[in-house]
């Protein structure tokens, strides 16, 4: 029989956004399958974390989104471990700029595959287990779907298709398992630090003049998951209002 907790599986859930959508939800009651790539120190660190608020509520898994059969094998690992899935969160992303007028098609496929394929995929796979919970996904976009960047081309577009695969996927999916995806701005810059000047310019388009925090997109994930029983198929851009310029 299914727990008493509802059960989430979100990706990329090791650092960054992850962490921060991972410890929202835990601390909303939420017993989590956490997906990771490479960062395995970070996701056992953070299991253990959650674990010591609560024993027995966290599964780390690890695998490569551009596995095609590792998806079901996530879906099948978490159903198995807590009885029940209820939400979905597609966070994890590969992001690398490039530079248009040599992009290989190596790293356009890379960028569709972790980015639009994966999150299609891993939703058709929990489909049956979401709709006998009727609950929801959310798919991290990124602003930049909507205003790309000249160094970012491959990524906008594999964006821009997970944008369209939200909607595709509220309506195939619905009427039990509601869609939807957040489009951060900036939230936190790369590993590897970002030019000053761009830095500069980012912030000059944001409205609200700073830069977002990782627990106002998890706020986000957490409403749209939980408590935004009217809302499917929407893109809710969490950034700062660059959006409107």
Not at 14 to 41: E, F, Q, T
Not at 99 to 115: C, E, K, L, Q
Not at 120 to 137: V, Y
């Amino acid at each position: 029989m299914p727990g008493g907790h509802p059960a989430a599986l979100v990706t990329g859930a090791a650092r960054r956004l992850g962490a921060a959508i991972a410890r929202r939800l835990h601390a909303a009651g939420y017993d989590l399958a956490l997906h990771y790539r490479g960062s395995a120190a970070e996701a056992a660190a953070l299991a253990a974390e959650l674990e010591a608020t609560r024993a027995g509520s966290v599964l780390l898994l690890q695998a490569e989104l551009a596995e095609f059969d590792r998806l079901p094998e996530l879906v099948a690992r978490t159903v198995g471990r807590f009885g029940r899935l209820d939400a979905l969160v597609n966070n994890a992303s590969e992001f690398v700029p490039d530079t248009f007028g040599s992009i290989h098609p190596d790293h356009w496929d890379r960028m569709m595959a972790v980015n639009a394929k994966a999150p299609f995929f891993l939703a058709q796979a929990a489909a049956p287990h979401l709709r006998a919970a009727r609950g929801a996904i959310v798919n991290l976009s990124d602003i930049y779907a909507r205003d790309p960047r000249e160094d970012l081309a491959a990524y906008a577009i594999s964006k821009g298709a997970l944008e369209s695969a939200t909607r595709a996927l509220a309506v195939a999916m619905a009427p039990e398992v509601r869609v939807n995806a957040v489009a951060p701005g900036a939230i936190l810059w790369p590993d590897d630090g970002i030019d000053p000047v761009l830095q500069e310019r980012l912030l000059a388009k944001t409205p609200v003049g700073r830069t977002g925090t990782p627990d106002e997109i998890a706020a986000a994930v957490l409403w749209l998951l939980r408590d935004a029983g009217y809302t499917t198929g929407t893109v809710l851009a969490v950034d700062g209002g660059r959006g409107a310029r």
